[in-house]
């Protein structure tokens, strides 16, 4: 998956050196409330970001565009803190910050006569924040799409000079932390509407949250306290308690960008996106790999696409009696090799798509060739006779096996590839669902004549071959070796 540099992010912000003068009055605007003047306070002011650049002061982010930028946005409970003559860091009282605005004014203690630039920290609004500690939270909520008002309180951070220009100082916060926008889309668009995204966990080879201290040239390079490498991202709220909408078939900022904030550095990320179905309410993960050792900088937004959509296995459903349907089906003899000696797993995780909804069940079969080099036979004797040494093909047998012995969950990954899929689309009888996303039912090739098919049953109990002896009865297609909900 490619991850690439968007945007630079630049806040910026006027710091207004006022004291108990009343001329601040034209630069507030009626931005919130005037606490009144003080001798013991000098107020910093933001102003209009338009003499310095396009992009508001910081600290919620907004109006995220894509391949494009973001505006920044100060926040209830959001403070400074600024060394002053005494070299102390001085943490700002009242705000006139009532909403979410893009001008803020701060009173803050201490005496700023002595030199014409001062040293300015916004080290967040998380509990435990303090005028050198920036925390990255672990766990990170977001509740509506494409709104970081959350970023605040769980490490966004930054520090700027400010600079005397006249009777004010000016400054433009330079952000210290990496932000990441998760840009998700679904393809399927029938599935889309029917899905939701509930959480992101994003995890490193290294520490990418904890306790770290802030200084004018950044983070420090390592946590200081409470090192951790993996960051959760809940994506729910009270308008979404499903979580984000998966609606839109390509990238779609409005629909579902969702923010986290990570230390800065070079990482090794895998990205875990936890889908869900409220319907059939199959939950899943679908984990996609960054480039390994990229470099995230401070003061920089990457957008990070991801298609969401699962293998889907969309099927007619055919009786027994349309025998020319199943011609790409094993045999009999074949698929007893499957049922007995095919190592069957019974999977419940790994999820995929039918019909516009998530299913998550089915059985894992080594391929033929895995089994015919396990058994010193070519593929082809495979199809000749079963593992009994038996020519099944021209026989009805009310069961033509024993139960194998199903193994509950998917094989290791280090030999997935030695393994197929088949899903559990059960069938239909009489025209209505059966045994649907419970069992795994197909016909073989040699499926037989006066209404018999001769099928594969799959189920968390057994793996086996039988006969069916009704034209009521419909199954899917066989989906073939190739088949894997992983891919």
């Not at 009144?36 to 002061?57: D, I």
């Not at 966990?201 to 290294?206: A, F, I, Q, R, W």
């Not at 960051?231 to 499903?242: K, R, V």
């Amino acid at each position: 998956m490619k991850t690439k540099i968007y945007l630079n992010i630049l806040a910026a912000g006027m710091l207004a050196f006022m004291g108990s003068c009343a001329s601040d009055e034209p630069i507030e605007r009626g931005n919130g409330t005037d606490g009144g003047s003080s001798s013991a306070l000098t107020s910093f002011s933001s102003v209009s970001p338009n003499r310095l650049m396009k992009y508001t002061p910081r600290t919620s982010m907004g109006g995220h565009d894509y391949l494009a930028g973001s505006r920044f946005y100060w926040e209830p409970g959001d403070n400074i803190y600024v060394k002053d003559d005494n070299n102390a860091l001085q943490k700002s009282g009242e705000n006139n910050i009532s909403a979410t605005q893009p001008r803020a004014r701060f009173k803050v203690p201490g005496a700023y006569t002595a030199q014409n630039t001062y040293e300015v920290y916004y080290t967040g609004a998380a509990a435990g924040a303090t005028s050198e500690k920036v925390i990255i939270s672990t766990s990170q909520t977001q509740t509506s799409p494409n709104t970081a008002k959350h970023i605040g309180g769980v490490g966004d951070c930054g520090t700027s000079t400010a600079t005397r220009v006249g009777d004010h100082f000016e400054f433009m916060l330079n952000h210290k932390a990496a932000y990441l926008c998760f840009l998700p889309r679904v393809t399927n668009a029938e599935l889309g509407q029917n899905i939701y995204l509930k959480k992101i966990v994003v995890k490193s080879d290294n520490a990418i949250a904890g306790d770290y201290t802030l200084s004018m040239s950044g983070l420090s390079s390592a946590p200081t306290a409470n090192a951790a490498t993996e960051i959760t991202l809940t994506t729910l709220g009270t308008t979404l308690p499903n979580g984000f909408p998966l609606s839109n078939t390509a990238t779609d900022v409005a629909t579902n960008a969702a923010y986290m904030v990570i230390a800065p550095g070079t990482h090794s990320l895998t990205v875990d996106y936890y889908i869900k179905d409220p319907v059939t309410k199959v939950e899943g993960v679908i984990t996609k790999t960054l480039p390994v050792g990229k470099l995230f900088l401070a003061n920089n937004v990457y957008d990070i696409t991801a298609n969401l959509t699962p293998k889907d296995y969309a099927s007619e459903y055919y009786t027994a009696e349309e025998s020319e349907i199943f011609n790409l089906a094993p045999n009999s003899n074949l698929m007893v090799w499957y049922a007995e000696k095919g190592s069957p797993h019974w999977d419940t995780q790994s999820i995929w798509s039918t019909q516009g909804h998530l299913y998550c069940k089915g059985m894992w079969y080594k391929k033929a060739s895995v089994i015919a080099a396990e058994n010193g036979l070519s593929v082809a004797e495979l199809n000749e006779r079963d593992p009994q040494g038996n020519d099944l093909r021209p026989q009805v047998f009310s069961n033509l096996n024993g139960d194998a012995l199903v193994v509950h969950g998917r094989p290791l990954m280090s030999n997935i590839n030695d393994y197929f899929y088949v899903p559990a689309l059960g069938g239909k009888l009489n025209g209505e669902n059966w045994f649907f996303g419970k069992s795994a039912l197909y016909f073989t090739s040699n499926t037989q004549g006066n209404a018999v098919g001769i099928h594969l049953s799959a189920d968390p109990q057994a793996s086996r071959v039988d006969p069916f002896y009704s034209s009521n009865y419909q199954l899917p297609l066989w989906f073939g070796e190739s088949s894997s909900p992983l891919k």
